[in-house]
């Protein structure tokens, strides 16, 4: 008996995008936690993991804008296409580095932070922006959904890989570790490019509008947020609950250190348990009839910050697990509901821009805590540091609920204003497997 596809994925177009970003947020999963720990490891320092968090998220700040104006402008499969190859050829050139020094200078770490951040936030708002062009609307919540399903899998298989199979290579040859971790995610890199390539080329229909400058572009984009109070109060609640995120991993690297005994493994289990959380309830959240996308956002930010000040009093391993597994329990309800919100009520013309002001709003924000976070755990400590977090995350929640326009919000029910241009002679709907 053949086996079965979930209906989702007999969109075929979605289901390229869905193979190539399984390939590669499986190499992230190798990559993200094993990079984080080399900057502490080959610094000895807590305030590198914190600089290195911050250049990647400044990219975002700079560059963000452009990103955005150019998903609204040309093809997005060739925007995802050219940041996959870029990104794998990036870390081969790391990669070769670490073949002939097992210590490379600090310098490195920073500069490769910096670009592969900076190529991959010309990925995202191309990719969110497309989503809705490769399913019918009313699957665009399922889509969401089983994205966010998959993006926790893949990191999930990969840690459990990291700690059964990744870990002994590390007591072998920490420099082997390090240079397989980074060969891996860049071969998932390319593995993701070929499936971005399969898909239609889609470029947004921009009816009425005259080719202008990028910079009038980004501004336009700008106007009809701000012309929309529902908008402006996520951006906010956006920003601050990353303010207060951003010296999470930092202060997690911290704990580990601390309270755990800083091994490689058992930072793999605290992002297992939070990824094992996600992929519980992710299915569950595409099959519900949510009405208010914004209150389920407000709930879901306050609810991951009193998890966040519990970890303050979590010294047991299995403790501090458990909050790790309760954010991610409750981080789908708030984020793929939100998601297909802006999606479908946001006019394909303008979801690049939109899409790339919440990036450059919400990751802009995050080097000022990143940068913080060593001080912070320095000076005021571990409890007072996951506290200060915890609380600054549940008041980000209460933002929005105290708005109308934001409170009133409903789930679109209609297609957006305007459709996408198919480039290709293969339809951007397949209905067939």
Not at 100 to 129: E, G, N, Q
Not at 382 to 388: G, K, N, S
Not at 399 to 424: D, L, T, W, Y
Request: neutral net charge.
């Amino acid at each position: 008996m053949p086996l079965k596809l979930p209906q989702i994925l007999q969109h075929k177009s979605f289901r390229d995008l869905w193979l190539g970003q399984s390939i590669s947020q499986l190499g992230d999963a190798f990559y993200f936690v094993t990079f984080m720990f080399m900057a502490e490891k080959l610094t000895g320092r807590i305030e590198m993991v914190g600089l290195v968090g911050a250049l990647e998220a400044i990219p975002y700040l700079l560059f963000s804008a452009y990103a955005g104006v150019l998903a609204d402008r040309i093809d997005r499969r060739r925007i995802m296409w050219l940041s996959d190859v870029a990104s794998g050829i990036a870390l081969i050139l790391f990669g070769s580095v670490l073949l002939f020094d097992a210590s490379p200078p600090a310098v490195l770490l920073l500069v490769m932070s910096f670009v592969t951040s900076t190529i991959r936030c010309f990925f995202l708002p191309a990719k969110s922006a497309a989503i809705p062009n490769l399913v019918p609307t009313a699957k665009v919540l399922e889509a969401n959904a089983f994205s966010m399903t998959t993006q926790s899998l893949m990191p999930l298989i990969g840690l459990a890989l990291s700690a059964s199979v990744m870990a002994p290579l590390f007591a072998y040859s920490p420099r082997w570790f390090f240079l397989t971790c980074v060969v891996l995610n860049a071969l998932s890199f390319f593995g993701s490019a070929l499936y971005i390539g399969r898909l239609p080329g889609i470029v947004p229909e921009r009816k009425g509008e005259d080719e202008v400058h990028p910079l009038e572009d980004f501004k336009l984009g700008w106007k009809y947020m701000t012309g929309r109070r529902d908008l402006l109060v996520l951006t906010g609640m956006l920003v601050v609950f990353r303010l207060f995120l951003s010296p999470f991993f930092v202060v997690h690297v911290a704990a580990n250190k601390a309270w755990f005994g800083g091994k490689p493994s058992s930072l793999a289990w605290f992002e297992f348990s939070f990824f094992t959380g996600m992929i519980l309830v992710s299915p569950f959240v595409g099959k519900m009839n949510i009405k208010r996308p914004t209150l389920t956002f407000a709930y879901g930010l306050g609810a991951v910050g009193l998890f966040v000040a519990f970890m303050a009093y979590s010294e047991l391993f299995w403790l501090y697990v458990l909050w790790n597994f309760a954010c991610g329990l409750v981080l789908p309800i708030a984020d793929i509901p939100i998601n297909a919100y802006m999606q479908m009520s946001v006019p394909d013309s303008y979801r690049g821009r939109v899409n790339s002001v919440f990036s450059m709003l919400g990751m802009g924000i995050m080097p000022i805590g990143m940068v913080m976070a060593g001080y912070l755990v320095d000076h005021f400590g571990l409890v007072a540091t996951f506290l200060f977090m915890g609380i600054g995350m549940f008041l980000a929640g209460l933002i929005g609920p105290m708005n109308s326009a934001f409170r009133e919000a409903r789930m679109p029910e209609s297609e957006p204003p305007s459709e996408p241009k198919v480039i290709q002679m293969e339809p951007a709907f397949e209905q067939t497997a």
